[in-house]
């Protein structure tokens, strides 16, 4: 017999397809955000949930989740939506989607780059506005990216795929991280053992880190005032790295020249703050937004679940 599981949220129709082939599929046919209430409503019909990053599986709501639920896996690299404590207190495997995102979200990485250099989204809302009033030698003038050095906050599998991407347009590479890579992984890109030596450097600053407790929030003003005057940050990652008030006082100023990013704290409901700052070029999340990179998602997650199932250790277990 098929097991049950809970797909919290709609998932690309190849991703879909086989999850019907393999289980019998609870779905969220309407895509909305599930309340906690709703996927514990849910939970005693089902032997396993697959979430995304917009489902809270906080202690609170995994601790009343009934024992028939063996696994949850989740439709991200990220995972600081999940108490994976909580988790492994109660015998429930997590398992996650680590490598799909991988090229999808240097690609974003890259485009904050260049959207901030080159002032893309102030250009687009000018035609769009209707507001074009023609070309002019100082109109939107930008900065190139080759010879700037970009420094990179943690130096994991997008950060480097992020490098990879920026040594094409002849940017020099630096990155902290709390372990060093080993040659063949930083490819040239110069290790700094510190992330102060790390922000002296960095006139574009991209952070690529995972949401901890003891990153959260770090960029802020004492870390801006470490950056070379005018610099350039983006963030593809999450929002909550950020501390909004100081960035956004920053930019004001022009201590900031200006910023990408594509992950907010509480979005979507963003800092009012961002909407009216010209020096900002900014994305709704779209890091994995790519079919590729999605499917990929959808294909670990559902190996996850297919390992426990039987009897086998999740292929990228958290907990
Ligand atoms: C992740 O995977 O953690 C992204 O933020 C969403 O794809």
């Known amino acids: 017999m098929k ?10 129709e190849a991703a879909e397809a086989r999850a019907r082939r393999d289980y019998e599929v609870v779905q969220n046919a309407d895509d909305h955000q599930m309340s906690s209430e709703e996927i514990l409503a849910e939970a005693p019909n089902v032997d396993a949930i697959l979430v995304t990053i917009t489902d809270k599986m906080r202690k609170d709501v995994i601790d009343k989740l009934p024992d028939n639920i063996k696994a949850i896996s989740t439709f991200s690299v990220g995972f600081d939506h999940i108490d994976l404590e ?4 109660r015998g429930i495997s997590v398992g996650f989607a680590p490598h799909g995102v991988t090229i999808a979200t240097a690609e974003i990485a890259m485009l904050l780059i260049l959207g901030s250099a080159r002032r893309a989204g102030e250009g687009e809302a000018m035609i769009r506005n209707r507001q074009w009033p023609g070309w002019a030698p100082l109109q939107l003038v ?8 970009l420094g990179i906050y943690g130096f994991g599998k997008i950060a480097q795929a992020l490098a990879q991407r920026a040594r094409g347009f002849d940017m020099e590479i630096h990155y902290f991280d709390i372990v060093r890579q080993p040659p063949e992984k930083e490819q040239g890109a110069i290790f700094h053992d510190s992330l102060d030596s ?20 770090f960029f802020n003003k004492d870390v801006i005032e470490k950056l070379p005057q005018g610099a350039v940050v983006v963030n593809s990652a999450r ?6 008030e100081d960035t956004i006082a920053a930019l004001k100023s022009g201590r900031l020249s200006y910023a990408g990013l594509d992950v907010f704290v509480g979005e979507p409901k963003i800092n009012e703050g961002y909407y009216d700052l010209p020096n900002t070029f900014l994305l709704p999340h779209l890091g994995s937004a790519a079919i590729e990179a999605r499917n990929q998602m959808g294909f670990e997650a559902l190996d996850n679940l297919d390992a426990t199932f039987a009897g086998k250790e999740m292929p990228f277990k958290l907990a």
């Not at 599981?5 to 690309?12: E, G, N, S």
């Not at 901890?212 to 929030?217: A, L, S």
């Not at 929002?239 to 909004?244: R, T």
């Open 198 to 217: 790390l922000l002296a450097v960095s006139q574009f600053f991209s952070i690529n880190a995972p949401l901890t407790p003891e990153t959260r929030g």
């Open 142 to 149: 930008g900065q190139r990216l080759d010879g700037k050095k």
């Open 3 to 12: 097991k049950r599981i809970l797909i919290t949220r709609r998932l690309p």
């Open 239 to 244: 929002g909550d790295l950020i501390n909004d």
């Open 86 to 89: 909580a988790a492994k207190a």
